[in-house]
């Protein structure tokens, strides 16, 4: 097995990521040092080809392409055990309030009175709830949800499933997700069996451009983790699938970019309930008018 990672700044660690993922046809992960703040952007491919050196030369062209300068690349070959020793150095278990913990299979830590544990072991796809935008998500879930009320919950792009599997475990039903990838798919139908939820989560592959700009079925909360050209293209449909008195949960805009998206939102009668700034990520929650 080998492991190629890149260590770059704040808010390049998603760009990063998916050109790994073309280049590589693997998904990738992101970590964060909690001490230094710098991104490493990780895969694990189980053979390089044509050749380790041919990889690294066509990596570092990609790399000097898109963004020149040093950038650290490191590539080597990883024993297995080796492997699954860093994924436990960087995925640690975190505490969403007192509603949630998320934590790897291999952590020992205990949730607390009325916490929902939710276990994901790392490296197959993204979102492990430590990057801002996935956090932001997770805290709103926690804060949107009406102990003893139905609610249902629909996940736009769900990654790994951290955030429909999270919505199971808290009470919501019924919960749908969706994501264009269908590794994403794999790996979240596999979380969601290792969470025993899969008979209340089960991803679909679909595409978010292709829906119907009309829906007949709608939902209390959405989450939309998404990049800022996808939500802005696609607020309308995003709107017409929400329920009156329900909230819209949106993430993966830099600071730069938010403005926009939430006058796309406000355009559709929406209004803004919740924001958060981190790093160089934007999020919010929107309320539609019951």
């Known amino acids: 097995m080998w492991q190629v ?13 998916g050109l790994l993922e073309e280049m590589f046809e693997i998904s990738a992960a992101v970590y964060q040092d909690v001490l230094t703040g710098k991104r490493t952007v990780s895969i694990y491919p189980s053979c390089l080809r044509p050749t380790p050196a041919r990889a690294r030369a066509g990596l570092r062209r990609a790399l000097r392409k898109r963004w020149p300068g040093r950038t650290g690349l490191v590539i080597k070959k990883l024993p297995r055990e080796n492997w699954a020793e860093s994924w436990k150095r960087h995925f ?5 309030g007192g509603a949630l913990l998320i934590k790897p299979g291999w952590s020992r830590r205990r949730a607390r009175p009325g916490q929902r544990v939710v276990r994901l072991d790392p ?19 926690a804060a949107c949800r009406r102990r003893g009320a139905g609610q249902s919950f629909l996940d736009i792009g769900t990654g790994t499933g951290i955030l429909a599997i999270a919505a199971a475990k808290l009470g919501y039903s019924p919960v749908e997700a969706f994501d264009l990838d269908p590794d994403a798919i794999r790996v979240s139908r596999a979380n969601a069996r290792r969470n025993r939820v899969e008979d209340r989560v089960r991803p679909r592959r679909g ?8 829906s007949a079925r709608r939902w209390d909360v959405i989450c939309a983790n998404l990049t800022a050209e996808l939500l802005a293209g696609q607020a309308e449909k995003i709107r017409a699938r929400l329920q009156p008195g ?3 949960i949106v993430a993966g805009m830099l600071r730069s970019e938010f403005c926009e998206i939430r006058d796309k939102f406000f355009s559709f009668g929406l209004t803004l309930a919740e924001n958060e700034v981190k790093e160089e990520w934007h999020s919010g929650r929107f309320e539609l008018p019951a």
């Open 5 to 17: 990672s890149i260590t770059t700044s704040a808010g390049r660690e998603e760009a990063v990521a």
């Open 92 to 96: 640690q278990a975190m505490e969403i």
């Open 246 to 248: 329900g909230q819209l």
């Open 123 to 141: 490296g197959l796809s993204f979102g492990t709830g430590h990057h801002a935008t996935t956090c932001f998500c997770l805290e709103q879930l």
């Open 207 to 214: 595409d978010l451009r292709r829906l119907a700009a009309r």
